[in-house]
């Protein structure tokens, strides 16, 4: 039997192709949704981009037939604009409310079909709560979602014989073939780091990524003198300096909390890879100014003075970095960020402008990746030209944005859609290094 799946407005914002991911079944439409789009649609933000976007095709869907008896779409469904129900709700619910509006119409449908299952969907917590508490099915709209400890880590640790690891050591590789055994029954991901560890020493390891194309264990690279001045501190940031070094992996993703290193391994291995081998004409720092593309005219002075609150992160981590060169006596010392930005070497911006835009041969670095929804991280890693390179860092436990969450933010989306592909690599951080003080307030609080 068809299902009639009724819409909630937070559903259209966050994907306006929501009408098309249900299947060969009944799609309603509230009219009280669309009076709340039409509220969206002069906005420049994401949410306005979405509106208008459904609208317009909602619009284009007039000429097969009239919206308010149905109107087929290819793969089968009807979509359908109801213009509300008129089941009484308790008193507490104020019909003056969109929300207990399409909580009334659904409550409707189901008293007049009750055969037919009737289906609520909305990404609003307590929405899906109340609905449940009358009878309503609700659910959360969630096409792709990934829990945070379901996600690929991007790393493991294989108990192998003694003779592998030394073989390891001389040769520097190992066949796939001979770790198959301990790999388990999934095999190994392209571009998967490994701890190999001797199953009866344990402190007899070895640390290698997976080459999918040479079907063999490589080993990392390890610049002797560091990066900037940076050197590794643990096993998870030395397979995220490997993956960011490896000019091969075009896609990168670093996912981690507060303090482990993430925009800072990143922002020096791009330093490195721009600014001294010339590998990429220019890095590229961006943060979203949340909400993405939100109006930042609120702020008084220039562009620069109106980023300054936003981008003052990646600052402080470019003037760590160059603090390190200079106490280093490295190559760079001397060279401050504002130099470097003149000289076009360097710039940090935010995403609002990004869509359109074709970025060739850069070093692209985001930061706070964790609140972008799919769609803008699709818009995102789709603007890379050629011999350009993206890093994607956050954590998906700090999340600022009301219409993603831990498991369908755009980040987690992209580690689990990649994570089968050579052109990319991920890396889970758990193993905070920036203090004591951070480390504990990350685990306690």
Sequence with gaps: MRKAFILDTNVLLFDPQALFKFGNNDIIVPIVVLEEIDRFKREMSEN?????????????????????????????????????GNHPLPVELQMDKADNRILALAISLKKEQPKRPVVFVTKDVNLRIKADALGVLAEDYEPSSVEPDQLYAGAATLAVDAH???????????????????????????????????????????????????????????????????????????????????????????VGKAGTGKTLLAIAA??????????????????????????????????????????????????????????????????GCQELMNQGLLQIEPLTYIRGRSIPQQYLIVDESQNLTPHEIKTIVTRAGDDTKIVLTGDSFQIDNPYVDSANNGLVYLVDRFKDEAISAHITLSKGERSKLSELASNLL
Aim: aromatic residues 8%; hydrophobic residues 40%.
């Design 48 to 84: 306005g981009r979405h509106a208008r976007l459904f609208s317009r095709k909602l619009d284009e869907m007039r000429a097969d037939g009239e919206l308010s008896k149905g109107v087929r779409i290819p793969n089968g469904g009807m979509v359908t604009v109801e213009l509300g």
């Design 270 to 335: 791009g330093l490195a890879k721009t600014v001294d081998e010339g590998i990429y004409h220019r890095l590229l720092v961006s943060r979203p100014v949340f909400p993405l593309g939100k109006d930042i005219g609120f702020l008084p002075g220039d562009i620069e003075e109106k980023l300054n609150p936003w981008m003052q992160p990646i600052y402080d981590n470019i003037d760590f970095l160059f603090g390190a060169t200079s106490a280093k006596g490295r190559r760079g010392a001397g060279k």
């Design 164 to 254: 592998l690891v030394d073989e390891f050591y001389a040769q520097k590789r190992l066949a796939f073939e001979k770790i198959k055994e301990f790999a388990g029954p999934t095999g190994l991901k392209p571009n998967q780091y490994l701890i190999l560890r001797d199953s009866a020493n344990q402190t007899h390891t070895a640390m290698g990524r997976f080459s999918k194309e040479l079907d063999c264990v490589v080993p990392l690279v390890k610049p002797v003198e560091g990066l900037w001045g940076i050197f590794p501190k643990n096993a998870e940031q030395s397979f995220a300096m490997d993956a960011l070094l490896n000019d091969d992996i075009k896609l990168v993703s670093l």
